[in-house]
């Protein structure tokens, strides 16, 4: 065996490890279980009539199990799906077991009269390759008009 073919063999061989070693990384991130965060729900609403233009609050009791950093966005439904943001709010809560944590949100000026939930989506990267993302729906409140 020449030099040459000692050096292509071994180009080779790290090569073909290289791929396995790739192969096993994604499936494991493609596949692996993750929880990232429980949150009781319905959630709780603070405020259970909100004027529209005013602030509804809420208390989220959750148990965050990887530090990694989320995005938040809240929707109201009623019939009708209104995003109140346009983009998702990056969040970072803290890791620990049952936290409450108050949030709240201003219902727009324009938004009907009547009862109505809310939808908090969490948007976790918890990897390269995978995205988790989950739906929590709050307990039912009123809205009244001005």
Known sequence: MTIFEKILYSLISLAVSCIVLFSVVATWWLVYPYNVVDIKTPIT????????????????????????????????????????????????????????????????????????????????????LRIIVEKFDTEEFEVVSK
């Open 45 to 128: 609403v603070l405020t259970k009539q909100v004027v529209a233009g005013k602030m509804c609050e809420l208390e989220i009791t959750y148990s965050k199990y990887l530090d990694i950093y989320g995005k938040r966005q809240i929707q109201l439904k009623n019939g009708m799906v209104v995003p109140l943001d346009n983009e998702p709010i990056y969040v970072h809560l803290e890791k620990g077991l049952n936290i409450k944590y108050r949030v709240g949100f201003v219902i727009p000026n324009w938004y009907p009269a009547g009862y109505c939930h809310a939808e908090v989506t969490t948007i976790h990267q918890v990897n390269p």
